[in-house]
């Protein structure tokens, strides 16, 4: 069931769409404007004909958070590169605070590799991770790519938030 609809004053999470390639820029003119916002980036090592580097890749390519009132929605639209809301049933998605927090969370784990997928999983053994950064994270397990990965939904989004995990740090959840 998705969030409720906030009111004007209320602020909440928002997903935009912006312009390929732009998300970096969009950032920073939202926070030039005194918008809160939020690019989830992964370090990634990047290979060119003549060298290696590392560079900060956007996690979910195209998209951008945004933390506002209804009084700013306008204003987000206004700016260079976006493109629209994402929506959920012809209204922008509410995007829970909680769905916000867990992708920080994960991103601020450096010794774990996150991927994004909008393949549509099947369901499968509900687990919790019960060592290591990740401790207490519920999710579905899978397997993808040859490796065990637990795989966390946001429904608003539709998409799925895959966690790398070694199969001794997980637990079968019984509730």
Known sequence: M?????????????????????????????????????????????????????????????????????????????????????RFEGKAAVIRDKDIETLKRMLGQSDMEVEITMEELLPGTQVEIISGPMMGFRGELISFHGNNKVALRIPPLGFTVMVASPSSNLTVVRE
């Open 2 to 86: 998705p969030p409720k609809e906030p009111t004007l004053q209320q602020t909440s999470w928002y997903a935009i769409y912006v312009h390929s390639r732009a998300e970096k820029k969009v950032h920073a003119e939202l926070t030039r404007k005194g918008i809160e916002s939020f690019l989830p980036l992964q370090r990634k090592l990047r290979q060119w004909s003549d060298r290696k580097k590392w560079v900060e890749m956007p996690l979910i390519s195209g998209y951008v958070f945004v933390h506002i009132s209804r009084k700013l929605y306008d204003i987000v639209l206004q700016t260079d590169n976006v493109m629209q809301y994402v």
